[in-house]
């Protein structure tokens, strides 16, 4: 069993700070990707940022102002939000792509989401 949690979440003005965290543990291999999805009510969930082996891809509308890092021997992932803007607002929610301990198999995951509010 694998387990994937957020913290960090909260209400911010705009213009102002966030940071999230999301840890995986339990029966873990590999972790091969670790990265972040939000979704705002009424819109589907998207692609924030994600991290795979060396390299982080970001969507353009956080590049330059939102920060990935990840510390692998913890198997935990970061989101340093900066400048934070209203359209922001949105359930944030960690994905992990797991080789299992089990049976080596790969599985995706996702965390509980952690709601972020950024107020104009």
């Known amino acids: 069993q694998v387990q994937v949690v957020e913290s960090g979440g909260g209400l911010v003005q705009a213009g102002g700070s966030l940071r999230l965290s999301c840890a995986a543990s339990?029966?873990?291999?590999?972790?091969?990707?670790m990265g972040w999805y939000r979704q705002a009510p009424g819109n589907q969930r998207e692609l924030v940022g994600i991290?795979?082996?060396?390299?982080?891809n970001y969507a353009d509308s956080v590049k330059g102002r939102f920060t990935i890092s990840r510390d692998n021997t913890k198997n935990t992932v970061y989101l340093q939000m900066n400048s934070l803007k209203p359209e922001d607002t949105a359930v944030y929610l960690c994905?992990?792509?797991?080789?299992?301990?089990?049976?080596?198999?790969?599985?995706?995951?996702w965390g509980q989401g952690t709601q972020v509010t950024v107020s104009s």
């Open positions: 994905y992990c792509n797991v080789v299992r301990q089990l049976d080596y198999s790969t599985r995706d995951y």
């Open positions: 339990g029966s873990i291999f590999r972790v091969n990707a």
């Open positions: 991290t795979t082996g060396g390299s982080t």
